[in-house]
T-cell receptor, first 112, second 116 residues
Framework: DAKTTQPTSMDCAEGRAANLPCNHS???????VYWYRQIHSQGPQYIIH???NNETNEMASLIITEDRKSSTLILPHATLRDTAVYYC?????????????FGKGTHLIIQP | EAGVAQSPRYKIIEKRQSVAFWCNPI?????LYWYQQILGQGPKLLIQ????????DSQLPKDRFSAERLKGVDSTLKIQPAKLEDSAVYLC??????????????FGPGTRLLVL
């Protein structure tokens, strides 16, 4: 699976949009971009995933650049409960062993 | 729908003792994973099961760690004997999609192990 690079930490004001970047310059054509988050003392929680097109669900939006070398997770109206570590993960769709490879993620702190 | 259940939530043992963790996946999920998360790091995959067969155990320290999923549902992860560096959170996850496709993994709350 391709390696990802994320900032170590970010701050965002409550009620504003939180934009979390991720670089995955070595991503290959059959690899998806997944985002998970982990709130303190909880297990990771799935947020969203995409291949080429931008995606939106009830939690967030995912913007993938045209060359697929980077992406941005957008939390449109951040709340204090969104404070967590956010992981950007690239997954191969080729089948077989498909355990997630987590990096250190971005610690997002929502400020009141 | 009930989530992934794990027990115990916390465990404190002394080094060289043995310990076991239990996981009950979401009903109908064929794939089950165990991850180890050391403080300050992201989770690391230890083992993946498809029904009751092992798909990937390449990162499992087999000299002291073992895992089983005998009936293809619940799973146990055992450490014997424990070392200080095994202090971590042990996370169980499950997914619906069979091997060969991508499935969303749903995680349990984890078991926090402290080895003294």
């Amino acid at each position: 699976d391709a390696k990802t690079t994320q900032p170590t930490s970010m701050d965002c004001a409550e009620g504003r949009a939180a934009n979390l970047p991720c670089n995955h310059s070595t991503i290959s054509g059959n690899e998806y971009v997944y985002w998970y988050r982990q709130i303190h003392s909880q297990g990771p929680q799935y947020i969203i995933h995409g291949l080429k097109n931008n995606e939106t669900n009830e939690m967030a939006s995912l913007i993938i650049t045209e060359d697929r070398k980077s992406s941005t997770l957008i939390l449109p109206h951040a709340t204090l409960r969104d404070t967590a570590v956010y992981y950007c993960i690239v997954r191969n769709s080729g089948g077989g062993a498909d355990g997630l490879t987590f990096g250190k993620g971005t610690h997002l702190i929502i400020q009141p | 729908e009930a989530g992934v259940a794990q027990s115990p939530r916390y465990k404190i043992i002394e080094k060289r003792q043995s310990v076991a963790f239990w996981c009950n996946p979401i009903s109908g999920h064929a794939t089950l994973y165990w991850y180890q998360q050391i403080l300050g790091q992201g989770p690391k995959l230890l083992i993946q099961f498809q029904n009751n067969g092992v798909v990937d155990d390449s990162q499992l320290p087999k000299d002291r760690f073992s895992a089983e999923r005998l009936k293809g549902v619940d799973s146990t992860l055992k450490i014997q004997p424990a070392k200080l560096e095994d202090s971590a959170v042990y996370l169980c996850a499950s997914s619906l999609v069979q091997r060969g496709g991508l499935g969303t993994q749903y995680f349990g709350p984890g078991t926090r192990l402290l080895v003294l």
